[in-house]
T-cell receptor, first 111, second 121 residues
Framework: DAKTTQPNSMESNEEEPVHLPCNHS???????IHWYRQLPSQGPEYVIH???SNVNNRMASLAIAEDRKSSTLILHRATLRDAAVYYC????????????FGKGTLLTVNP | GAVVSQHPSWVICKSGTSVKIECRSL??????MFWYRQFPKQSLMLMAT?????????EQGVEKDKFLINHASLTLSTLTVTSAHPEDSSFYIC?????????????????FGPGTRLTVL
């Protein structure tokens, strides 16, 4: 599976936007970009995913670079409940669908 | 999104005993479920892929005779840690592939359970 690179940690203030970057320079044409987050002592939670176009949902936005070698997860207004480890994961579609988790980015949200 | 439950949420057992963890998809059918393990301050490590009605596929380095996986129905997979030892103490998390509908388009995504904290004394 293609690898992703994320900063180990980031800090944000409450009610401010947060941009979480992810580099995936070896992404292949069939790889989807997934974002999950994990709160302490909980299972991961699906956030968003995309292939080529930017995506928006109620939780976040996903901005994908034109060459697809990087992407950014955008939380429009961070809250204290958004403090978590955020994982950027590439996965091929179809039946061989495994998620390989890296170390992710620990997001701290300051009140 | 789809809901996945795990039972128990935590368990403490003596060394040498076996522990069974259940993973259920509550509002959807899952032909494929996954089992992960997470040690403190580390990321999730995939242990095995479980397909309904067939044998599980284990990742390299995971002992299939120690971690028994059964996926007898489309809503239930179980992980049994046999002859547990203190080094098996970990956070065990399951996930299930389910359908996610976004603006009238359908995708298959993985939905995760809340995890089971296993402590072996």
């Amino acid at each position: 599976d293609a690898k992703t690179t994320q900063p180990n940690s980031m800090e944000s203030n409450e009610e401010e936007p947060v941009h979480l970057p992810c580099n995936h320079s070896t992404i292949s044409g069939t790889d989807y970009i997934h974002w999950y987050r994990q709160l302490p002592s909980q299972g991961p939670e699906y956030v968003i995913h995309g292939l080529t176009s930017n995506v928006n949902n109620r939780m976040a936005s996903l901005a994908i670079a034109e060459d697809r070698k990087s992407s950014t997860l955008i939380l429009h207004r961070a809250t204290l409940r958004d403090a978590a480890v955020y994982y950027c994961i590439l996965s091929r579609g179809g039946s061989n669908y495994k998620l390989t988790f890296g170390k992710g980015t620990l997001l701290t949200v300051n009140p | 999104g789809a809901v996945v439950s795990q039972h128990p949420s935590w368990v403490i057992c003596k060394s040498g005993t076996s522990v069974k963890i259940e993973c259920r998809s509550l509002d959807f059918q899952a032909t494929t479920m996954f089992w992960y393990r997470q040690f403190p301050k580390q990321s999730l490590m995939l242990m095995a892929t479980s397909n309904e009605g067939s044998k599980a596929t284990y990742e390299q380095g995971v002992e299939k005779d120690k971690f028994l996986i059964n996926h007898a129905s489309l809503t239930l997979s179980t992980l049994t840690v046999t002859s547990a030892h203190p080094e098996d103490s970990s956070f065990y998390i399951c996930s299930a592939r389910g359908e996610l509908v976004v603006e009238e388009s359908s995708y298959n995504e993985q939905f995760f359970g809340p995890g089971t904290r296993l402590t072996v004394l």
